[in-house]
């Protein structure tokens, strides 16, 4: 078997690769390079050309060569190598007629616990979307901001202190809404200094939030090590590295209780399972971030049932069997409609498939039906003029 084609596809927000084989089998991957996807599809053209003619098995070899072909990385580069090796995955599974997981070292778990993002422009219209979403069963609700979903060209000003109080008075809302039966994971999205996320982490401590998530900037790790020892909150982190390097660069600090690796990103299944076993020296869990299209979350799924230390799942909005409309948010990658229905969610679980390979299949016409949208550049500005964290 050799592969004779390595392809891009963008549909709605997102980019795909297939990769194809002389014998028929088709892998699909998918890229986490976010609003640099035309410069990750270029890093994928220049892998395929030398994938061509290549052995699609070898997929330890082409991930290597991949990565250490070049003296420059980055985002991009990673997201190209990501897409890639998880189509590599998906034709292995095809091959040998067996789910990717079995090739992982079999099943863990025979269903992935997941968390739905929830978003509100309002506490109130927050504090519904986590009813609602424990009505459909739900057992944890996660990219729960609370500063709120504030549309970026609207200038921002609060107090220090309504900032943080408001925040608070967000998070105890959401609790009381839903009880004790919903688990709260809250994001800050990495827009505190080091003093602001102390204070509010122990203002939302009382509502046991299942974790804290990048409360400050990625950037420095001694920043988010100084407010973990400060705090009683289980810290989530990871979304923005590529390689098991920076995660044990992160783990070994002993302050990090989640870990949250992309595929899409940090590697393809081949990467994050070696990531996910390096978290597991150190009694972390693994979140998988998830906020792309229907291959990331397959991939995500094989991972999850393929690993001792799977926590729960990012499951987004526009995934199916949620409605689409901007019930739990807005300008989401679509899933349903560009994909074959192989997800059985019940009761805030996705039962594992067990169709070979990653078990998802693009439709022919997605591309057509739902032609790519550039992700536009728009940060949100302070209303003194400057750039803020959002």
Avoid at 217 to 231: I, R, S, T
Wanted: a neutral charge; proline letters at 5%.
């Amino acid at each position: 078997m050799k592969i004779t084609c390595v392809e891009t596809i963008k549909i709605d927000r997102c980019l795909y690769v297939q990769v194809i084989t002389n014998n028929g089998i088709i892998g699909v991957g998918e890229s986490g390079a976010w609003a640099f996807l035309e410069a990750s599809e270029s890093v994928i053209k220049v892998f395929g050309e030398y994938l061509i003619g290549k052995d699609p098995l070898k997929i330890e070899h082409h991930w290597q060569y991949m990565y250490r072909c070049f003296h420059f990385r980055g985002a991009a580069v990673m997201s190209a190598i990501s897409a890639i090796d998880i189509a590599l995955w998906d034709i292995a599974g095809k091959y040998f007629n067996t789910p990717v997981y079995q090739l992982l070292g079999g099943k863990c778990r025979y269903k992935a616990r997941v968390y739905l993002q929830v978003f509100g422009r309002t506490k109130e219209e927050l504090k519904e979307k986590c009813v609602l979403a424990k009505e459909k069963g739900y057992t944890a609700v996660g990219h729960l901001n609370p500063f709120l979903d504030e549309s970026r060209s609207e200038k921002y000003f609060k107090t220090y202190c309504s900032k943080i109080q408001e925040a608070i008075d967000t998070v105890k809302q959401c609790r009381e809404s839903v009880g004790n039966e919903v688990d709260l994971c809250i994001e800050i999205h990495r827009r505190l200094k080091p003093s602001e996320a102390i204070i509010l982490a122990k203002g939302i401590e009382e509502y046991r939030p299942f974790f804290y998530e990048d409360p400050v900037p990625p950037d420095n790790f001694d920043a988010l090590e100084y407010v973990a020892q400060k705090v009683n909150i289980p810290i989530a982190t990871g979304e923005r590295l590529h390689t098991i390097y920076e995660f044990e660069m992160l783990l070994k600090r002993g302050f990090v209780q989640y870990i949250r690796p992309d595929l899409c990103l940090a590697g393809g299944i081949t990467h994050c399972k070696k990531i996910a076993a390096l978290a597991e020296a150190y009694y972390t869990d693994v979140v998988p971030h998830n906020p792309l299209g229907p291959v990331s979350l397959a991939a995500c799924l094989q991972l999850a049932a393929a690993i001792p230390n799977f926590a729960l799942l990012e499951y987004p909005e526009g995934g199916l069997y949620v409605p689409k409309g901007g019930l739990f948010g807005e300008n989401k990658p679509i899933k349903k409609e560009i994909v074959k229905d192989f997800i059985k969610l019940s009761k805030g679980y996705i039962i594992i498939p067990d169709k070979p390979g990653i078990g998802i299949e693009l439709l022919k016409d997605a591309e057509e039906k739902y032609p790519f949208k550039q992700h536009s550049l728009e940060t949100r500005l302070h209303e003194d003029g400057s750039v803020i964290d959002q």
